[in-house]
T-cell receptor, first 116, second 112 residues
Framework: GAGVSQTPSNKVTEKGKYVELRCDPISGHTALYWYRQSLGQGPEFLIYFQGTGAADDSGLPNDRFFAVRPEGSVSTLKIQRTERGDSAVYLC??????????????FGPGTRLLVL | GDSVTQMEGPVTLSEEAFLTINCTYTATGYPSLFWYVQYPGEGLQLLLKATKADDKGSNKGFEATYRKETTSFHLEKGSVQVSDSAVYFCALRETSGSRLTFGEGTQLTVNP
């Protein structure tokens, strides 16, 4: 079946602008995660949704970052007043929460964000 | 907090060589452990996992055993191929939470 999809695949913006990154999880996956991966590093956790609610947003670096999942499926990561340090690959993952494969996270291809 | 430490890379091997990538972890509970692989130009893919002590995860000729006594989850493959060239990430998932904590990744290059 279809995997996790993310759009856009690449985004170039200017410092101070607002951006939105979209994630479409695997159908039926109730849990959704956002991570950020800087060049040469492992992914770092940002936020986790269970259904429509954010179960853990402790990884968001500051209040310029916000994410929503209004219908429990598609999620949008929103970054206000972008800074050059926000440049990274933003990864989305999803998982089921019951059964043998519970908690195993499947990742999308990522959105590469470049802030000029 | 929880953390994962991987052996420093990059690692360069000849085809058919034996591979070991070391991974150790620090966790307060009994985490699940994972290896993910990132091929050039592609997203993260789950390679294998183990959910409790002494479990062995295996896939595509790769193996890793969850060693609680040494807090390790080393990745091994008996005979690597050029197509195994990729970045490998060790990760843990806390028992009480759901985030993954990743190591920094190990770049593997296999030459023909």
């Amino acid at each position: 079946g279809a995997g996790v999809s993310q759009t856009p695949s690449n985004k170039v913006t200017e410092k101070g602008k607002y951006v939105e990154l979209r994630c479409d999880p695997i159908s039926g996956h109730t849990a959704l995660y956002w991570y950020r991966q800087s060049l040469g590093q492992g992914p770092e956790f940002l936020i986790y949704f269970q259904g429509t609610g954010a179960a853990d947003d402790s990884g968001l670096p500051n209040d310029r970052f916000f994410a929503v999942r209004p219908e429990g499926s598609v999620s949008t990561l929103k970054i206000q007043r972008t800074e050059r340090g926000d440049s990274a690959v933003y990864l989305c993952a999803s998982s089921i929460t019951s059964g043998r494969d519970s908690g195993t996270q499947y990742f999308g291809p990522g959105t590469r964000l470049l802030v000029l | 907090g929880d953390s994962v430490t991987q052996m420093e890379g990059p690692v360069t091997l000849s085809e058919e060589a034996f591979l070991t990538i070391n991974c150790t972890y620090t966790a307060t509970g009994y985490p699940s452990l994972f290896w993910y692989v990132q091929y050039p130009g592609e997203g993260l893919q789950l390679l294998l996992k183990a959910t409790k002590a002494d479990d062995k995860g295996s896939n595509k000729g790769f193996e890793a055993t969850y060693r609680k006594e040494t807090t390790s989850f080393h990745l091994e493959k008996g005979s690597v191929q050029v197509s195994d060239s990729a970045v490998y990430f060790c990760a843990l998932r806390e028992t009480s939470g759901s985030r993954l904590t990743f190591g920094e990744g190990t770049q593997l290059t296999v030459n023909p």
